[in-house]
């Protein structure tokens, strides 16, 4: 008999055949509709594959649910405090999207620092033949680059500044073993640096850790990157802040209420722009689908798992 797993979001085709190889899978319906299904089929399900997150009263829903195997690295939109207090063991796809995630970092800085995309603009418009030169931009040589979230993907970035002959600089919870300044002032690691790339997880520990004053202190030349979650930063204020010319330009893959993203920003040729595709190459999301259901199975197995999140370590068999 197939244990019963609930699947929420959409994933690759090839997933869902991996998982009903396993198990009994159930999309989670539509809002309208699912009271009645969890009325139904809650007590039934032992698993829960989801590519975002799971609200609290549906995990709740799920008396014997034993496992929340989880798309991505950052599980914000899942109450794992709550879960490791159930019993349930959450997972996540650690590590094997860090490459993917920081080259993303990278891309977004040379871009917003050399104005790649308003200049291919400039080409496709004409505007080269019709207004000669474009106007010079910044080098991204030799700069400060300060990295808020010196974890896995923290790293990473760091491993790549090296090409540009950066000074690497970084403000966490805590101090590492690492040859780069720590600033355990985030305003002051601001006011240090040209460049700030933004690697944390969301949630409410990072809301708004880039407020208006951290924005101001990296100033009128220095550039924001946000490849953590768009809550990390203080929309609002980014937007007010680049529209004064308080901030010399920012690039962004993620966003506070995405995927709205402030048409403010549409016009500025000093901000690049993504829908959230720090990982999203095929290659990547692969491994992360298959870290997905290789976690499912090895529970299944012998209920283990490969990767659990932090909060659930104590209750995990690894
Ligand atoms: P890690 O847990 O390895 O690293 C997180 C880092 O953030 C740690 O250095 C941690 O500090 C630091 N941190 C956590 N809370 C705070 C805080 N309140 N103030 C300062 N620093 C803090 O995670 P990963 O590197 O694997 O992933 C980081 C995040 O990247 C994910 O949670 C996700 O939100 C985002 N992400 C975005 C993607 C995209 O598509 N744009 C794709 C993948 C991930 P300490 O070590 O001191 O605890």
Known sequence: MKQHLLLIGNGPAWMRERLETEFTVHPL???AE???FLADKGAAITACCTFSGIATEVMDALPNLKI??????????IDADHAAKRGVIV???????????ADTAILLWLATSRKLVAYDRYVREGRWLKEGAAPLTTSPEGRTVGILGLG????????RLGVFGATVVYHSRTEKDVPYTFY????EMA???????CITPGGAGTKHIVNAEVIDALGPQGILVNVARGSVVDETALVKALQEGRLGGAGLDVFEFEPKVPEALFAMENVTLQPHVGSATHETRRAMGELVCDNLSQ???DGRVLTPVPECAAIAKV
């Open 29 to 31: 319906p539509p809002e």
């Open 34 to 36: 699912r009271a009645a």
């Open 68 to 77: 929340i195997s989880s798309y991505g690295v950052g599980y914000d939109s």
């Open 91 to 101: 997972t996540h796809t650690p590590n094997v999207l860090n490459d993917e995630v």
């Open 152 to 159: 896995r993907i923290g790293q990473a970035i760091a491993d």
């Open 184 to 187: 355990p002032d985030l305003v």
């Open 191 to 197: 006011k240090a640096c040209d460049v700030l790339i």
């Open 299 to 301: 529970y299944l197995k």
